[in-house]
């Protein structure tokens, strides 16, 4: 029987940040005294999903800049988490019952570094509900989406053998290029954050869903629908 493996996003997927991370982009920027104009907020926006040094070292060029941008950047998101502005979008723990429930591995993967990874999971108690959860620096190769790194190394690490047992679920076009690159039995787009249905439909997903509370229900079906194919 097909034990899928679900690699899930965390910001805009199944957490609501309500504007956050674009919140602690422009306070790590102003914090090296850089100015934050509408094309480098364009630019935050067409690449969430991606590793948080590799945009800033996209954007400020410079590779010491970056990681110093990416620690004012953490340190910015773990204030506004504490402030409670940041929650899971509702029914999202039920989903993760219901996955587990069918027997379903689940790994939670991001941009974030592992310090904001791990405020958030703790946060908002979300460590009984998965089996692991990834930053690029954790995975083998340590890039960062769109490369199948994260995605691989949960396939690894949970055991699985076949990369088709891979479901891979986001909200950004970066989330399910990932899934494209690990060659993912299952690419599930949402609505939920920061890409449009046409921006996720430029990438071919298999399914683009409005919630990831709907994903069990398609998650069961593909699976179901693999046992009867190959027996």
């Given at each position: 029987m097909t034990t899928p493996i679900v690699c899930l996003d965390i910001a805009g997927t199944i957490v609501q940040d309500e504007g956050a991370v674009e919140s602690a982009f422009?306070?790590?920027f102003e914090s090296l005294d850089e100015q934050v104009d509408g094309s480098i907020l364009d630019y935050v926006r067409d690449t969430m999903g991606k590793s948080k040094i590799e945009v800033f070292t996209a954007l400020l060029g410079d590779e010491a800049r970056a990681r110093s941008a990416t620690a004012f950047f953490e340190e910015a998101y773990g204030r506004i988490l504490e402030s409670g502005a940041v929650q899971l979008f509702s029914g999202v723990q039920e989903a993760l019952?219901?996955?587990?429930?069918?027997g379903a591995l689940i790994c939670l993967t991001t941009g974030f570094g592992a310090p904001t990874r791990l405020a958030l999971i703790e946060e908002l108690r979300l460590a009984s509900l998965i089996d692991v959860s990834l930053s690029p620096a954790d995975a083998f190769g340590g890039r960062g989406r769109p490369a199948p790194?994260?995605?691989l190394t949960a396939l690894i690490m949970l055991g699985g053998t076949d990369v088709r047992d891979l479901v891979a679920c986001g909200d950004t076009t970066s989330d399910l290029l990932a899934g494209h690159n690990a060659g993912a039995g299952l690419t599930v787009g949402v609505t939920s954050g920061a890409h449009t249905r046409e921006q996720l439909l430029s990438i071919e997903p298999d399914f683009i869903l409005d919630s990831v509370v709907e994903l069990p229900t398609v998650v069961r079906e593909w699976a179901e629908m693999r046992d009867a194919i190959h027996g």
């Amino acid at each position: 029987m097909t034990t899928p493996i679900v690699c899930l996003d965390i910001a805009g997927t199944i957490v609501q940040d309500e504007g956050a991370v674009e919140s602690a982009f422009q306070q790590a920027f102003e914090s090296l005294d850089e100015q934050v104009d509408g094309s480098i907020l364009d630019y935050v926006r067409d690449t969430m999903g991606k590793s948080k040094i590799e945009v800033f070292t996209a954007l400020l060029g410079d590779e010491a800049r970056a990681r110093s941008a990416t620690a004012f950047f953490e340190e910015a998101y773990g204030r506004i988490l504490e402030s409670g502005a940041v929650q899971l979008f509702s029914g999202v723990q039920e989903a993760l019952r219901d996955l587990r429930e069918m027997g379903a591995l689940i790994c939670l993967t991001t941009g974030f570094g592992a310090p904001t990874r791990l405020a958030l999971i703790e946060e908002l108690r979300l460590a009984s509900l998965i089996d692991v959860s990834l930053s690029p620096a954790d995975a083998f190769g340590g890039r960062g989406r769109p490369a199948p790194d994260m995605l691989l190394t949960a396939l690894i690490m949970l055991g699985g053998t076949d990369v088709r047992d891979l479901v891979a679920c986001g909200d950004t076009t970066s989330d399910l290029l990932a899934g494209h690159n690990a060659g993912a039995g299952l690419t599930v787009g949402v609505t939920s954050g920061a890409h449009t249905r046409e921006q996720l439909l430029s990438i071919e997903p298999d399914f683009i869903l409005d919630s990831v509370v709907e994903l069990p229900t398609v998650v069961r079906e593909w699976a179901e629908m693999r046992d009867a194919i190959h027996g």
